[in-house]
């Protein structure tokens, strides 16, 4: 490096400027040319390698090596950056390696500029609900379900909406957030019609928002159009099971049993409604004895269910209480007034077992309790 | 009526132009922008291209080894050869252009620099785009300047503008563009360029804009501070940042210094050492060669492991500082930016560990880390934080961004009193001015200097009696008045030229409109000999802002003599 440099030429202000300007244009155009040539080519092997990449990238995601998929899609991501499929699936794959500080701040940077944004609002609501925001996390649902599906063909939008609303009342479920699920099924429903895997999806969930009866009439219009559709009649059968129709989920049960006569699950049901048709003491049409032959097993069994789990005194109390009633030799007439008092007992057992035992979950007992729930209704 | 053909006006118009510099200049500043904004875009992309083809994805690793090498020995051979003014980042040349060659580059050399720096940034050698960019720039402004007539002065005049418009299009940073020119280029941030060196950035800038589009160099999450504890680390971060520049700094002087010794025969195989050692690096950590874009925006979004960014940072400063000082041409702008993304990600990365819920991700740190080593290396603290900010468009930085870079700059100048590229023209043999320096003359003020026991001559005063006081106080000027309305002032040759010396008043001599040079007390020292010299006079009033006719001392050219060391104290009392 020469500090002092070349000997310096004196300016020459007779230049011939219009050609100089001439010439200044020429390499002005040139260059233009040049960078033009030179922009398209970089871009298109920029944009090139980034697919390349972001293909990767996807890949590695669905095969869950989601670290993998982040060093991909971050790249393709710093190469081509306004690429909107890009900046959310590398949000998806931070979210599934659990970077939920880098994929909060990259899908902000998304909604700051497309807040209306279908897929990123959905996104966004998967991270809310990883980070446990569960409010934030339902109100970008609600945003994905009313927003705007761009790079998604028209006809394909109702579809991811639908799928974001089933989402949405998967949570809404898990919370057992009834009143707001019973508000997103009704909304699901309108939308479901004609889907038959959704709508018995629909039909299940109104179970768990509380509403049986809704899911019944759902499962009806399935079997109505469908008179072979064994889930349905297997959901109704639930469904009645749900509202204490035994008579009626019995015979949703032997339907579906009929059209699937290998179906263990709906045997199990069977043999569950049959042990409960010999249990019930509520329907009208048995007589007096028969109906204090029923109050007194299920006295039995509910003092076997408190015995078999608590020793407390006031158990052994009501056990003992028990057992001097059942020991009592019946009179020849019996009257309903008898059984009712049987029941009355039962029913002090059977709180008592919950209030020391907790909530009954044998499979044997499900009878019995199920039973026991009608009668508390009753 | 005569109609002129479009030819006849466009001469007619440059011929005008010729006559007026003024307005060529800011023709020749929008000419400027376009040309060198559309030059360094071809150099970018074209330099990209290249090293894309030069590393394919998923290449061997033995390319990392041998490519630098090659590149080196290439860039080498051609700046031996043909382009000896070529070598080296390119701000200090432009520098001597300004200062020592009347704003002078050759065409040869801004085509060497376009040449030599694409084929050894291609080839991974670690040095920066930005440094030769400003020095193209430069060149091209300084070449047009040359044909288009204009003086020496309008030459000179013209290589900031030259400078602006490079590093707008080579950083997307119009703003910073300016400023670094003004700050680090001139040194003077009131430089009567601004103007022009605005004109040149933003049409550089709408060149690159219209070519690329609006993206900036790096993009970063949104950060922000996350609890006030943060300024403390950032503090410290200004302290690593600092004491990583002069580490850079004092290594690539040292070794500099170790290849100016050797024999200049071997001057074109000099460069090969950094291209071996940049490849032998790289061999181990692709991230070291070149200026490593990508990797800092990598950090940026706060993805990386400590280990691997404090190793880098500690590689990046020794590869930059050997490919630098064994002569490879390329800049040290872009190493700054990544050697400071690096250090920050491992500041943050121990904050973050530390204090996880206190402090912002590391890649927040990263980002104030690059403002840190800018500042803290390149010493130009203002830049760098406009810099930053315009590369990220994150205004949420910019406090913490000047809390460190002011520490940085700090340490960096209290640890290495040379800047850069001071240092580096001191090597060469040149003494560039220094902003210090610069500010040191410009810090004496007419008032630390004046004497303030002015007594000015009664305006009844015969012109004799004035004459006589006038050759005791050994001056040629005196004042005419009371201290709280200053008539004028009068000088020996016009009282030499009065008729009737003893019968006339001063008040008849002195002109009273109040027209007579004067300074102000809080003007600097070179604006008072500057007045002295426009008025032929070896001492002024000085008067006071509030009221022209108050004087509150008198300054006179002995008392300059004095200020800046010229003069003894007590020769300066003597009369003369």
């Given amino acids: 490096m020469s500090a002092a440099g070349p000997s310096i030429p004196t300016n020459s202000p007779g230049a011939p400027t219009l050609a100089l300007l001439i010439l200044v244009a020429i390499i002005t155009g040139s260059l233009w040319g040049l960078d033009l040539f030179l922009a398209r080519t970089d871009r298109e092997a920029v944009q090139n390698q980034a697919n390349g990449l972001y293909t990767q990238g996807v890949l590695l995601l669905k095969q869950g090596q989601p670290l993998q998929a982040v060093d991909r899609l971050r790249r393709a991501n710093s190469l081509v950056r306004d690429n909107r499929a890009f900046q959310l699936d590398y949000v998806a794959a931070l979210v599934a390696a659990r970077k939920f500080d880098e994929a909060d701040a990259s899908i902000k940077v998304v909604l700051e500029t497309e807040p209306n944004n279908g897929p990123a609002n959905l996104l966004s609501a998967r991270l809310m609900l990883q980070e446990g925001h569960l409010q934030d996390a339902e109100s970008h649902y609600h945003r994905a379900i009313y927003g705007a599906w761009p790079d998604t063909p028209p006809n394909q939008a109702p579809a991811h909406r639908l799928a974001v609303r089933l989402e949405l009342v998967d949570l809404l479920a898990a919370r057992a957030d009834k009143a707001e699920l019973l508000a997103e099924l009704l909304a699901l429903e309108s939308d479901a019609q004609g889907k038959t895997a959704t709508l018995k999806q629909i039909a299940d969930l109104y179970r768990v928002a509380g509403s049986p009866a809704r899911g019944a009439n759902v499962y009806r219009e399935l079997i109505q159009s469908n008179p072979d559709d064994i889930d349905a009649y297997a959901g109704l059968g639930g469904d009645e099971m749900a509202l204490g129709d035994y008579r009626s989920a019995l015979t949703a049960f032997l339907n579906a049993n009929r059209r699937s006569p290998g179906n263990r699950m709906i045997q199990r049901d069977i043999g569950l409604l049959n042990a409960m048709a010999i249990l019930d003491p509520t329907p009208r049409r048995i007589s007096s004895n028969e109906k204090f032959a029923r109050s007194n097993e299920i006295l039995k069994l509910t003092r076997d269910a408190l015995q078999a789990c608590s020793t407390t005194d006031e158990a052994k109390r009501l056990v003992e209480d028990c057992d001097k009633v059942l020991a009592k030799k019946a009179p020849p007439h019996v009257t309903n007034e008898l059984a009712e008092a049987r029941l009355a007992l039962a029913e002090q057992l059977w709180q008592a077992r919950i209030k020391t035992c907790g909530p009954s979950t044998s499979e044997p007992e499900h009878a019995l309790r199920l039973i026991m729930t009608k009668l508390a209704h009753s | ?576």
């Avoid at chain 2, 000419?31 to 875009?41: A, E, F, Q, R």
Wanted: glycine share 10%; net charge neutral.
């Fill in chain 2, 1 to 576: 009526m005569e109609v002129s053909s479009p030819r006849s006006a466009i001469r007619r118009w440059t011929e005008q132009l010729k006559n007026r510099e003024d307005q060529l200049t800011v023709v020749l500043s929008l000419m400027i922008g376009v040309l060198v904004g559309l030059t360094v875009v071809a150099f970018i992309l074209l330099t990209g291209r290249l090293a894309a083809q030069m590393y394919p994805a998923g290449g061997a690793a033995w390319r990392r080894v041998v490519i630098p090498v090659i590149g080196a020995l290439i860039s080498g051979f051609l700046l031996f050869r043909y382009f000896p003014d070529a070598r080296g980042s390119g701000i200090p040349q432009t520098k001597f252009a300004i200062y020592i060659n009347d704003g002078y580059i050759s065409l040869k050399t801004v085509l060497g620099k376009f040449l030599c720096c694409s084929t050894s940034l291609a080839s991974g050698i670690a040095l920066g785009r930005e440094g030769p960019s400003v020095q193209i720039g430069a060149g091209i402004a300084s070449v047009l300047g040359r044909r288009f007539g204009l003086s020496k002065e309008g030459v000179k005049a013209l290589v900031p503008v030259g400078c602006s418009a490079a590093l707008a299009a080579a950083f997307n940073t119009p703003i910073a563009a300016v400023l670094f020119s003004l700050e680090e280029i001139l040194g003077n941030l009131h430089a009567p360029v601004l103007g022009t060196v605005v004109i040149s950035s933003a049409t550089s800038w709408i060149v690159l804009h219209l070519l690329l589009g609006d993206e900036p160099l790096f993009h970063v999450p949104a950060y922000r501070l996350v609890h006030p504890m943060e300024f403390g680390i950032y503090a410290v971060l200004g302290v690593v940042g600092g004491l990583g520049s002069v580490c850079f700094v004092k290594l690539l002087l040292k070794l500099r210094t170790l290849f100016m010794r050797l024999p200049k025969s071997t001057q074109w195989i000099q460069p090969v050492a950094g291209g071996l050692l940049v490849g032998l690096l790289g061999w181990f950590m692709p991230e070291v060669l070149g200026v490593g874009y990508d990797y800092v925006e990598q950090v940026l979004g706060g993805d990386f492991p400590l280990k691997t960014v404090a190793l880098l940072a500690a590689l990046k400063i020794v590869a930059t500082a050997t490919c630098y000082s064994s002569g490879n041409a390329g800049g040290i702008f872009g190493p700054a930016l990544f050697i400071g993304a690096m250090l920050g990600g491992a500041v943050g990365s121990v904050a973050h560990w530390m204090f996880p819920h206190q402090t912002a991700g590391p890649g927040a740190y990263a980002l104030i880390g690059m403002g840190t080593a800018f500042a803290g290396i390149v010493r130009t603290p203002l830049t760098s934080v406009i810099m930053i900010f315009e590369l990220t468009r994150d205004y949420s930085i910019i406090v913490p961004l000047m809390l460190s870079n002011l520490i940085s700059f700090f340490i960096s100048y209290r640890l290495q009193r040379e800047p850069i590229y001071e240092a580096l023209a001191l090597q060469e043999g040149v003494y560039l001015p220094t902003g210090e320096s610069r500010r040191e003359l410009e810090e004496i003020r007419v008032g630390d200097v004046m004497e303030s026991t002015a007594a000015p001559f009664p305006a009844d005063m015969d012109v004799t009696t004035a004459r006589a006081r006038l050759q005791e106080m050994g001056r040629n000027v005196g004042l005419v008045g009371e201290l709280n309305w200053l008539s004028g002032i009068v000088n020996a040759q016009q009282l030499d030229e009065v008729a009737n010396p003893s019968e006339t008043k001063l008040s008849q001599v002195v002109n009273h409109d109040g027209s007579f040079p004067y300074v102000h007390p809080d003007h600097p020292l070179s604006l008072a000999l500057e007045r002295m010299g426009a008025a032929a006079a070896d001492a002024l009033p000085v008067v006071s802002r509030a009221n022209r006719r108050r004087v509150q001392g008198v300054i006179t050219m002995a008392d300059i003599l004095v200020a800046y060391g010229v003069k003894q104290q007590e020769a300066a009392k003597k009369p003369t």
